[in-house]
């Protein structure tokens, strides 16, 4: 399988539920990006990492915990979660250096908060 | 403090005309523009890109132009098809590896 795999696709959660977002990325991509997206917004960077180390935290809630166990997965760990946290979360891959036109995105989580 | 915007939220063009979508920008360290095109239920993709030393960069149907002393660019889509209709995302970075800076998203519609 190629390009920026996501799973699952859709997941609705109670406030009080742990779940986790899977990325999966085939491309020999060596960083790894959150972005949140909700309506009317901008997409919103949430972590960065480069070389399997997180490089970049923008204030995001510690109700997200972010892992990147090796340069092709990346997780974010999800608990006691708010309905204000409802959105798409898109992963992202590109190469650390040069022009970013690389950024390869997966499909999304579509995330519900209850 | 939004460094790139995208002011409309909406635009709507009939097949075979031409569609432009803007964007503004506010960092004059931006050195290189992409724009991304998103259909509903999928992750973004990149359309095509233009660096701070050319104003202008066609592929096919789209076009960017940059104008750098406006801090302004803008993607034209000639003639605009129906499968155009999309949400289309300006974005932004200063310097190589460094990160992108999304637009809020402008979606196009193009009516057959």
């Known amino acids: 399988e190629t390009g920026v795999t996501q799973t699952p696709r859709h997941l609705v959660m109670g406030m009080t539920n742990k779940k986790s977002l899977k990325c999966e990325q085939h491309?020999?991509?060596?960083?790894m990006y959150w972005y949140k997206q909700s309506a009317k917004k901008p997409l919103e960077l949430m972590f960065v990492?480069?070389?399997?180390?997180?490089?970049e935290n923008n204030s995001v809630p510690s109700r997200f915990s972010p892992e990147c166990p090796n340069s092709s997965h990346l997780f974010l760990h999800l608990h006691t979660l708010q309905p204000e946290d409802s959105a798409l979360y898109l992963c992202?891959?590109?190469?650390?250096?040069?022009?970013?036109?690389?950024?390869?995105f997966g499909s999304g989580t579509r995330l519900t908060v209850v | 403090d939004q460094q790139v915007k995208q002011n409309s939220p909406s635009l709507s063009v009939q097949e075979g005309r031409i569609s432009i979508l803007n964007c503004d920008y506010t960092?004059?360290?931006?050195?290189?523009f992409l724009w991304y095109k998103k259909y509903p239920a999928e992750g973004p993709t990149f359309l095509i890109s233009?660096?701070?030393?050319?104003d202008k960069n066609e592929d096919g149907r789209f076009t960017v132009f940059l104008n750098k002393s406006a801090k302004h660019l803008s993607l034209h889509i000639v003639p605009s098809q129906p499968g155009d209709s999309a949400v289309y995302f300006c974005?932004?970075?200063?310097?190589?590896?460094?990160?992108?800076?999304f637009g809020e998203g402008t979606q196009l519609t193009v009516n057959p």
């Open positions: 992202a891959s590109s190469q650390v250096t040069g022009y970013p036109g690389g950024y390869t």
């Open positions: 491309l020999g991509h060596n960083a």
């Open positions: 990492y480069s070389l399997e180390e997180r490089v």
């Open positions: 960092n004059s360290m931006f050195d290189y």
């Open positions: 233009i660096s701070s030393i050319k």
């Open positions: 974005a932004a970075s200063a310097g190589s590896g460094s990160r992108l800076t």
